[in-house]
């Protein structure tokens, strides 16, 4: 297990990570989730001894990873693919690494076959693509068979393939009971592989949750509405439903999408205009949409024309698309209970973001494990970075 315990870290005045506390439990592949500059990369780096803690701390198995001894066999990672000595071999790359742990030449031949390296052993790492930098890179993670794994993009540059196998690698190291930590700009990927999510932004958590809790904590619920094709219906109950308060959509294929109002107050709606339905189903956004959502005001780095146009997030999802591109009903507006007038409202999880689409009924408590920061960390700085001078990292070399 890894346990981060209000870790915090400081490059100058620039706050990278602020007072992030979580676990990352065997068993479960977890995702770790962030915009560019939220501090992933940093926060992987205080795991493995590479950047020291401004304040708090992270223990891997119980310990700080510079006092787990035989560290390599304990805890592998993959943080920089491009970080490989260009001019030796896949194979002398991984010897070297192996010999500096002690562990056997045969490991060696072992994990090229799992990343599927094995024709390309003897040649030059340099004449590499992407993706087989990122298998190499993946292989020396594997060299001391780990009960942890920390992955920092590993499908980056690879093909559909690739990333198949990545996610089955992922799975399986999982279910035979490792710790996985993985992070990713994917969404889509990340909904197929991890079961748990951290997600943070500009260094502070945001969320720590079930992929399936996050989407339905992060995203307004819809209905799904389509009338007999047959003249002025759909404008009708367009009308209709509008009126009745909820927020209208015409999908691509004819049906709409409703907002704001529970299932059975649409079919109310529907009945007393005088519109037959021949579709009225409950659906849920992707983890993209709710991913933006959450992370939509802890973005640094974002074009001028999202600015112009006001950018709020993705657009919507498609139409029917749950996580795994499936439909996913969720409780709440659409499943049938009406929304009690004067309701409470949902404690917003996100400290950045206003709340988006409509009312939803109370949902329940945030989790402890997910707090929203009492102090917002110091003001974000251009990223500067330039770790020459970082004292830290000359410590790591
Ligand atoms: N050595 C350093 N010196 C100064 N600032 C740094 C250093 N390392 C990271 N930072 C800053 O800390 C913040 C977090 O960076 P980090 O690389 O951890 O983010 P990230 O979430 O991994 O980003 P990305 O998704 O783009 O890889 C950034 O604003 C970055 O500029």
């Given at each position: 297990m890894i346990e981060a315990v209000g870790l915090t870290k400081r490059y100058g005045a620039k706050t990278?990570?602020?007072?992030l506390s979580f676990q990352v439990r065997p068993g479960t592949v977890t995702g770790f989730l962030g915009p560019n500059g939220s501090g992933k990369s940093t926060t992987m780096r205080m795991i493995l001894g590479l950047d020291r803690p401004t304040g708090g701390t992270v223990t891997v198995g119980g310990q700080p990873f510079r006092q787990t001894p035989n560290a390599p066999r304990q805890v592998g990672a993959?943080?920089?693919?491009?970080?490989?000595?260009?001019?030796?071999?896949a194979r002398n790359h991984l010897l070297s690494l192996a010999q500096l742990s002690g562990i056997p030449a045969r490991r060696v031949d072992e994990v090229l076959g799992v990343v599927g390296l094995h024709d390309v052993a003897?040649?030059?790492?340099?004449?590499?693509?992407l993706g087989m930098g990122q298998r190499l890179g993946i292989a020396a993670a594997l060299l001391g068979d780990p009960q942890v794994l920390l992955f920092d993009?590993?499908?980056?540059?690879?093909?559909p393939e690739g990333i198949l196998w990545v996610r089955n690698l992922m799975k399986g190291l999982a279910a035979e009971g490792r710790t996985v930590f993985v992070s990713s700009h994917l969404m889509s990927e990340m909904a197929l592989t991890a079961e748990h999510l951290i997600v943070i932004g500009r260094g502070q958590l945001m969320a720590d949750m079930s992929v399936n809790e996050f989407i339905a904590r992060n995203s307004a619920g819809f209905a799904r509405v389509r009338t007999p094709d047959e003249p002025n219906l759909r404008e009708k109950l367009t009308a209709a439903l509008a009126e009745a308060g909820g927020q209208v959509l015409p999908e691509p294929d004819g049906a709409l999408r409703v907002a704001g109002l529970p299932l059975p107050r649409i079919s109310d709606v529907a009945h007393a205009a005088d519109v037959r339905l021949w579709e009225l189903s409950p659906h849920q956004a992707s983890l993209e949409e709710a991913y933006m959502q959450l992370t939509q005001g802890a973005v640094d780095y974002r074009s001028t024309a999202d600015q112009r146009a006001g950018w709020?997030?993705?657009?919507?999802?498609?139409?029917?698309?749950?996580?795994?591109?499936g439909f996913v009903p969720q409780p709440?507006?659409?499943?049938?209970q009406p929304v009690p007038a004067g309701a409470p409202q949902p404690q917003p999880q996100n400290p950045y973001a206003a709340p988006y689409g409509p009312p939803q009924p109370a949902a329940a408590p945030?989790?402890?494990?997910a707090p929203v920061p009492a102090s917002a960390p110091e003001a974000t700085q251009p990223d500067n970075r330039d770790h020459r001078d970082d004292r830290d990292n000359e410590d790591a070399r």
């Amino acid at each position: 297990m890894i346990e981060a315990v209000g870790l915090t870290k400081r490059y100058g005045a620039k706050t990278a990570v602020y007072n992030l506390s979580f676990q990352v439990r065997p068993g479960t592949v977890t995702g770790f989730l962030g915009p560019n500059g939220s501090g992933k990369s940093t926060t992987m780096r205080m795991i493995l001894g590479l950047d020291r803690p401004t304040g708090g701390t992270v223990t891997v198995g119980g310990q700080p990873f510079r006092q787990t001894p035989n560290a390599p066999r304990q805890v592998g990672a993959l943080l920089d693919a491009k970080a490989v000595h260009g001019g030796r071999s896949a194979r002398n790359h991984l010897l070297s690494l192996a010999q500096l742990s002690g562990i056997p030449a045969r490991r060696v031949d072992e994990v090229l076959g799992v990343v599927g390296l094995h024709d390309v052993a003897r040649k030059r790492s340099k004449g590499f693509s992407l993706g087989m930098g990122q298998r190499l890179g993946i292989a020396a993670a594997l060299l001391g068979d780990p009960q942890v794994l920390l992955f920092d993009e590993p499908v980056n540059g690879l093909d559909p393939e690739g990333i198949l196998w990545v996610r089955n690698l992922m799975k399986g190291l999982a279910a035979e009971g490792r710790t996985v930590f993985v992070s990713s700009h994917l969404m889509s990927e990340m909904a197929l592989t991890a079961e748990h999510l951290i997600v943070i932004g500009r260094g502070q958590l945001m969320a720590d949750m079930s992929v399936n809790e996050f989407i339905a904590r992060n995203s307004a619920g819809f209905a799904r509405v389509r009338t007999p094709d047959e003249p002025n219906l759909r404008e009708k109950l367009t009308a209709a439903l509008a009126e009745a308060g909820g927020q209208v959509l015409p999908e691509p294929d004819g049906a709409l999408r409703v907002a704001g109002l529970p299932l059975p107050r649409i079919s109310d709606v529907a009945h007393a205009a005088d519109v037959r339905l021949w579709e009225l189903s409950p659906h849920q956004a992707s983890l993209e949409e709710a991913y933006m959502q959450l992370t939509q005001g802890a973005v640094d780095y974002r074009s001028t024309a999202d600015q112009r146009a006001g950018w709020q997030g993705g657009p919507p999802a498609a139409a029917g698309q749950g996580p795994q591109g499936g439909f996913v009903p969720q409780p709440g507006a659409y499943q049938g209970q009406p929304v009690p007038a004067g309701a409470p409202q949902p404690q917003p999880q996100n400290p950045y973001a206003a709340p988006y689409g409509p009312p939803q009924p109370a949902a329940a408590p945030a989790p402890a494990s997910a707090p929203v920061p009492a102090s917002a960390p110091e003001a974000t700085q251009p990223d500067n970075r330039d770790h020459r001078d970082d004292r830290d990292n000359e410590d790591a070399r």
